[in-house]
């Protein structure tokens, strides 16, 4: 069985759940990622993504300029703008179930705890399709 500790990514770039959103901002842009597993020391305690920030945004449509919107997303803890029941797997997970949580939950990945429920990795749809291409290009299973 291929299970999702072969694919996902270990040791994932976090936040500490007091960050400002501007500060999760910058992380994801300067390490282009879309989604930062949320700490609270050492504990796993959520997940913020790139989606939930932008839900958290206000539109253009609102009468706030640009400063405006700067101080107030600097002044709001990441803790504030994230989902604290994340959809999580353990690493004994097998790679098809992972696959049939992100497909049925219409999910962009899952992070992966172990049985205490500590963060061990991330296994986003980038580590799912990479493990079908190898596994599709395996020459002991190609028919």
């Known amino acids: 069985m291929i299970k999702v ?41 959520g997940l913020v993504t790139d989606r939930m920030i932008k839900e958290y945004t206000p539109g253009k449509a609102t009468a706030l ?9 600097a002044k709001t803890a990441v803790k504030d703008v994230m989902n604290a029941h994340p959809y999580t797997v353990t690493p004994e997970t097998s790679l098809s179930d992972a696959c049939k949580v992100v497909l049925d939950k219409k999910l962009y990945g899952l992070c992966v705890v172990d049985e205490q429920g500590d963060l061990v990795g ?22």
């Not at 300029?65 to 997303?73: G, Q, R």
């Open 122 to 143: 991330l296994m986003s749809t980038s580590n799912l399709m990479r493990a079908v291409i190898d596994i599709c290009n395996d020459p002991r299973l190609a028919s």
């Open 65 to 73: 300029d640009t400063w405006e919107v700067h101080y107030l997303l």
């Open 5 to 45: 500790s072969q694919w996902m990514t270990r040791n994932p770039i976090t936040i500490d759940e007091e960050a400002s959103v501007i500060e999760a901002i910058h992380l994801m842009k300067e390490k282009n990622i879309r989604r930062v597993p949320v700490m609270r020391g050492d504990r796993f305690v």
